[in-house]
T-cell receptor, first 113, second 113 residues
Framework: TQLLEQSPQFLSIQEGENLTVYCNSSSVFSSLQWYRQEPGEGPVLLVTVVTGGEVKKLKRLTFQFGDARKDSSLHITAAQPGDTGLYLCAGGGGSGNTGKLIFGQGTTLQVKP | DAGVTQSPTHLIKTRGQQVTLRCSPISGHKSVSWYQQVLGQGPQFIFQYYEKEERGRGNFPDRFSARQFPNYSSELNVNALLLGDSALYLC????????????FGSGTRLTVV
């Protein structure tokens, strides 16, 4: 069974602080995706990484895919209240499937002004 | 372009009843997937359909079924509802593989009483 473990599960920080969310698995994925979800809405795709060691930047957000394609991290620099939400990592294309995403349990981020 | 649309947005059903949820994918997307998200957890994969054929099924009982129509819209049916079926049901559309990332609808909030 493929699992993705996210940590931490909850994070409450002050505006301007930096933070990192981790996503780990013992399984290899062909892609790792990060989503952000607001209450009552569906997840919104932030980024897809597909190459081991790949780093992508999206303004203040930096995403990294591990060399072995089993783990990923999301780093936010100078967090703002608008970054508040549920962050989900999801692995795609693991062994035995092509369309199924395996989601982590999510990290709830609260950024206080 | 319209995003992924789901209907209804909210639904209250009694234990033992049956429910049908509907989803229209983004134009040009032939793959539709269904996920169940229980409060406080990440989404769990239920089904994926591509070109009207089932491509994958998650670990859900036979009470859950789905189909995809020639226009690529999809329905998820759940029979003999249980209290534990209460959740946000998300539909996502994508290009053929999960590596391209999914576009999720806002979901149907199902409450079973």
């Amino acid at each position: 069974t493929q699992l993705l473990e996210q940590s931490p599960q909850f994070l409450s920080i002050q505006e301007g602080e930096n933070l990192t969310v981790y996503c780990n698995s013992s399984s290899v994925f062909s892609s790792l995706q990060w989503y952000r979800q607001e209450p009552g809405e569906g997840p919104v795709l932030l980024v897809t990484v597909v190459t081991g060691g790949e780093v992508k930047k999206l303004k203040r957000l930096t995403f990294q895919f591990g060399d072995a394609r089993k783990d990923s991290s999301l780093h936010i620099t100078a967090a703002q209240p608008g970054d508040t939400g549920l962050y989900l990592c999801a692995g795609g294309g693991g062994s035995g499937n092509t369309g199924k995403l395996i989601f982590g349990q999510g990290t709830t981020l609260q950024v206080k002004p | 372009d319209a995003g992924v649309t789901q209907s209804p947005t909210h639904l209250i059903k009694t234990r033992g009843q049956q429910v049908t949820l509907r989803c229209s994918p983004i134009s040009g997307h032939k793959s539709v997937s269904w996920y169940q998200q229980v409060l406080g957890q990440g989404p769990q994969f239920i089904f994926q359909y591509y070109e009207k054929e089932e491509r994958g099924r998650g670990n859900f009982p036979d009470r859950f079924s789905a189909r995809q129509f020639p226009n690529y819209s999809s329905e998820l049916n759940v029979n003999a509802l249980l209290l534990g079926d209460s959740a946000l049901y998300l539909c996502a559309s994508s290009l053929p593989t999960a590596n391209y990332g999914y576009t999720f609808g806002s979901g149907t909030r199902l409450t079973v009483v």
